[in-house]
């Protein structure tokens, strides 16, 4: 059975650029498939949500992602080690991983697919470029992506 059709999709948005994070939100809460963005802006924070630590422990009021969209520079804690630290923990290692970033370095895409990025997907600096990725995003990872649900 699929959740969707009765409980929204949960991504887990690490973002620190407001701007983004804002755009991001308000593309994907227009779609059609039902989802809830959680935000967080800070990479020790991410991780915290991730693993449930401190004031995440609760998971009633953190509920596990479905899909995580995780931006590559990030304050505290990198994505590239966020990434790391998901692949190595059994109870996350599947969860599908987008990494949205603005960085164009070969090297950094050639490490997050070394730590099993689901997709490494960079932001155009255009707005209107940057608006149709998402709607484009949220429709492949919100309604085309098949999940394997328990």
């Known amino acids: ?3 969707r059709a009765e409980e929204p999709l949960i ?3 690490v973002e620190d650029n407001p701007a983004h994070a804002e755009l991001v ?3 994907l809460e227009g779609h ?3 989802n809830r963005i959680i935000h967080i802006s800070d990479g020790e924070s ?3 949500y991730l693993f449930r630590r401190g004031e995440f422990a609760d998971p009633e009021k953190s509920p596990r992602p479905h899909v995580v969209l995780l931006d590559l520079r990030l304050p505290r804690i990198d ?7 998901i692949r190595t923990s059994a109870e996350m290692e599947k969860l599908p991983v987008v990494v949205l970033t603005t960085s164009e370095a070969e090297m950094d895409a050639a490490r997050a697919y070394e730590y099993h990025a689901n ?3 960079v932001k155009p600096l255009d707005f209107d470029r940057f608006a149709k990725l998402m709607d484009d995003l949220g429709f492949y990872w919100l309604k085309w992506n098949y999940y394997p649900w328990a």
């Open 32 to 34: 059609p498939v039902p």
């Open 11 to 13: 991504i887990l948005l």
């Open 119 to 121: 997709s490494f997907v």
């Open 46 to 48: 991410a991780l915290a």
């Open 25 to 27: 939100k308000r593309s």
């Open 1 to 3: 059975m699929d959740p």
């Open 79 to 85: 994505g590239l080690e966020i990434l790391k630290e």
